[in-house]
């Protein structure tokens, strides 16, 4: 299986907009995610979500800066 973050945009935070790069292990995602929220909280993300194929892990995480 691959794991995915699900990355939701604005205040509804059930719907994914877009999906990360396809990671092999939770770790690898994240990692992607510790090295790149902040770009994607630049670009409007305003949470995400893990997958494991179609499974969730966890989320939605919220990416506000506090």
Known sequence: MTWIWRLHHGEDSTVADTESPAHLSQSDA????????PDLAD???SSVSLYEGDR????PM???RD
């Open 56 to 59: 969730l892990e966890y989320g």
């Open 30 to 37: 994240e990692t992607w995610l510790g090295e790149n929220w």
């Open 62 to 64: 919220s990416l506000a």
């Open 43 to 45: 670009a409007g993300v």
